[in-house]
């Protein structure tokens, strides 16, 4: 004879929901309006990621290895499939995808994404999805965002995001559309080329708003560092920027970066605390001597060149 549980008073049936685990409070939260109140009042907290593939999204839990939310919308279908992963399966819930994500969210008290991966170039409309998302914490591309449909729904998650790292498979088709993101006041931009062709232009590095701006593995001429500089002596150059980091495969000549710029080089055994007053994630950083760089107004730079195993990396920090 199978339990009433619905029959219980609230309190001695939240104290049932706390036993269970934590797919079987989501499959419980998806019965009735009651079951997904009372979900809620059970107070689980836990880190999502989000994949957003081909025909179908995920939503991962950080903590929780045994549990993977499915959402198959393969020909933009109105219905919505759920999987957990090696647990349940229901199809066609008669549910819209919104409503399900917005009480996926509400039961993990899920105030804010960790990440979200952008994985295959969607063939469903993402708009609907992207709306019912909370704020972001980072959004990831793999993905040529130089194709429409893929910079349509890179650009439909950066107001929720202050952080955004870029994966190129290859140089971009239509470099104008990577400056549109580049542009956006965003606080952190990562370009991750490793194993890949990719050459970063200086306009790409000009236009940018970030405050933290890092390139891995692209390919940049030391003369365009060289101008970059001195941009920056002219009061030409992105105000809100606090550190710009470039990590070569090839390295340059220390004096052709340098040269016209006044650059007053510093031991290693000088060590400075540089401050990041925007930054989500380091608070301070020692810098470990270095060559300054100041200009009329008495704005400081300092250049830090390094290389840690097999790559050669210029560190720029902007002292405010």
Avoid at 27 to 49: D, N, P, Q
Avoid at 199 to 225: C, H, K, M, P
Wanted: glycine share 4%; with cysteine.
């Amino acid at each position: 004879m199978a339990f009433p549980l619905l029959r219980l008073p609230l309190l001695p049936l939240l104290r049932v929901c706390r036993c269970m685990d934590l797919d079987e409070v989501f499959a419980f939260s998806l019965l009735s309006k009651r079951t997904y109140i009372t979900a809620e009042f059970v107070g689980i907290t836990r880190t999502v990621v989000v994949n957003a593939k081909e025909n179908h999204f995920e939503l991962c839990f950080k903590d929780a290895q045994d549990i993977l939310i499915y959402f198959d919308l393969e020909n933009n279908q109105a219905l919505t499939d759920v999987k957990l992963q090696n647990m349940w399966s229901w199809n066609n819930l008669p549910i819209s995808t919104s409503e399900l994500l917005n009480k996926t969210f509400d039961v993990f008290h899920c105030k804010l994404i960790d990440q979200v991966h952008l994985m295959d170039t969607p063939q469903y409309n993402m708009s609907l999805i992207i709306a019912t998302l909370p704020n972001i914490k980072k959004v990831s591309s793999f993905l040529d965002i130089t194709n429409e449909i893929n910079s349509r729904a890179l650009k439909a998650l950066l107001p929720k995001t202050s952080r955004v790292t870029l994966y190129p498979e290859a140089e971009y088709n239509n470099p104008e559309k990577l400056q549109e993101t580049l542009i956006e006041n965003l606080d952190y931009i990562e370009i991750i080329a490793f194993g890949r062709d990719f050459r970063l232009n200086l306009d790409d590095v000009l236009i940018t708003n970030a405050t933290e701006f890092y390139f891995y593995g692209v390919s940049l001429r030391e003369q365009d560092l060289n101008r970059l500089l001195k941009l920056w002596i002219t009061g030409k150059f992105n105000t809100r920027m606090e550190h710009l980091r470039f990590a070569l495969q090839e390295g340059f000549n220390r004096d052709n970066i340098l040269n016209g710029l006044n650059a007053i080089e510093l031991p290693r055994t000088t060590t400075r605390t540089f401050e990041f007053p925007t930054s989500q994630t380091i608070s301070s950083k020692t810098i470990y001597g270095g060559h300054d760089i100041r200009r009329g107004d008495g704005d400081l730079v300092t250049v830090d060149i390094l290389r840690p195993g097999t790559l050669y990396v210029y560190d720029i920090y902007f002292w405010s």
